[in-house]
């Protein structure tokens, strides 16, 4: 989603969309964004459990996301928030 789609009413302010300018995004994007404004935001939250449900349309070969993310990335991401 864009942006600016940062939920509504009570959970305005509780939805991160990272929109990409282009399909083929891969490992390098994601790690990068997941740094930079995914894990800060997991972190300000200081959390004791975290559950990770991950969709795989981002995934190298998927014909609907037009991604690049190979199992690397995917586990990368996955051990970003320990």
Do not use: K
């Not at 789609?5 to 969309?17: S, T, W």
């Not at 559950?51 to 981002?58: E, I, W």
């Not at 609907?64 to 928030?81: A, F, K, R």
């Amino acid at each position: 989603g864009p942006a600016g789609e940062v939920g509504v009413r009570e959970g305005a302010g509780y939805n991160v969309n990272i929109p990409w300018p282009h399909s083929g995004m891969g490992d390098a994007e994601y790690l990068l964004a997941f740094e930079r404004v995914v894990m800060p935001i997991a972190r300000s939250y200081n959390p004791e459990l975290v559950l990770v449900s991950a969709g795989f349309d981002a995934a190298h070969g998927d014909p609907l996301g037009g991604c690049n993310v190979t199992p690397y990335g995917y586990g990368q991401m996955t051990n970003m928030p320990r």
